[in-house]
């Protein structure tokens, strides 16, 4: 279902691409999308209120995929974004906001990593603070981009030792074809979510391109302790790396499904993703909306039942 129903001239953007929930210690819940716009409600599924931009873009554009973190008394926002003078999108990077807040202002402190780099998810674990992001790799058997894992020595600070965590298998997690050379298919895997339950963890992401009917989320598991470094799990994507079973995708109602996060409220656990309704794509709009769903976690095994 919709989170947020858009009215007739209201100043919400028109989509909330790359949807990334959390709960904050009031009580209340924030919704944060690309372009660094936030929304909250008192109530999860109902009460949605569009509380405008909360991320000082000075000197900055084209936010991507923010996601916050609460580590101690301040709450943290990691997203990707050009400088104000780059020409293109391949000069996005990650950086780091602060907020005293969960409603903001989030103030820009540092850059993390040098473009290109996107999809950040920053995790607290008994072992320490992890960041999950995108690379590109050319040079791989199927080039694209993958996923990292990465410790932090504190919220501001890599470590520098990334470990590749997932890439591509699937022609269905091509992005385009031909995409920067002839014969070089381009894939993409992004938008990685982690999170740990009973024994097992799981690491979310999405595959292919918005456009593109393959365009899915799928997940990898891992069998490790609570406080493993999570840099030396062995994810192994499900069911196989050779099969295309996406655990979410387009249906009789909606398009575009990716890009998800996860919150568990209430002794349930819901997955909060971007998808389009049919008929609405529009070059010049983006209209992805998000969207959640309950979602069953049960031995190793995810699944969910999508509703209008």
Same mark, same amino acid.
């Given at each position: ?27 209340? =819940? ?20 569009? $509380?405008?931009? *909360? ?7 084209? *936010? ?24 293109? @999108? ?47 790799? @050319? ?6 981009? =993958? ?94 790396? $050779? ?24 002794? @349930? *656990? ?18 992805? *909306? ?19």
């Amino acid at each position: 279902m919709k989170l947020y129903q858009r009215k007739e001239n209201d100043p919400a953007p028109v989509g909330q691409a790359d949807p990334y929930l959390i709960k904050g210690n009031d009580g209340r =819940y924030y919704l944060y999308s690309t372009g660094g716009y936030l929304f909250s409600s008192d109530s999860l599924l109902e009460g949605w209120e569009y $509380d405008g931009m *909360c991320l000082d873009m000075k000197d900055q554009k084209v *936010c991507w995929a923010p996601s916050v973190i609460q580590i101690g008394e301040k709450y943290y926002m990691y997203y990707s974004s050009m400088d104000a003078d780059a020409k293109d @999108e391949h000069g996005e990077k990650i950086r780091v906001a602060v907020a005293d807040s969960p409603k903001g202002p989030f103030v820009y402190v540092k850059d993390l990593l040098p473009a290109f780099s996107i999809d950040p998810h920053m995790v607290q674990t008994p072992s320490g603070l992890y960041l999950f992001y995108c690379n590109n790799d @050319e040079e791989a058997e199927r080039p694209g981009t =993958y996923i990292l894992c990465d410790k932090m020595t504190d919220p501001y600070t890599l470590e520098g030792n990334p470990r590749k965590a997932v890439w591509a298998t699937l022609d269905e997690e091509i992005y385009m074809r031909d995409r920067f050379k002839k014969g070089q298919h381009w894939h993409t895997i992004e938008g990685a979510f982690y999170f740990y339950l009973d024994g097992t963890h799981y690491l979310m992401y999405s595959g292919a391109c918005f456009r593109n009917p393959t365009y899915f989320i799928g997940y990898c598991t891992a069998k490790g302790p609570k406080d493993a470094d999570l840099r030396t799990l062995e994810w192994k994507k499900y069911p196989d790396p $050779d099969t295309y079973a996406p655990l979410m995708c387009k249906n009789s109602f909606v398009e575009g499904v990716g890009h998800n996060s996860v919150i568990f409220d209430q002794g @349930e *656990c819901y997955v909060v993703y971007h998808g389009r309704d049919y008929k609405e794509y529009d070059e010049e709009e983006d209209t992805r *909306c998000a969207r959640i769903d309950r979602m069953e976690v049960k031995d190793g095994t995810l699944s969910v039942e999508m509703t209008p």
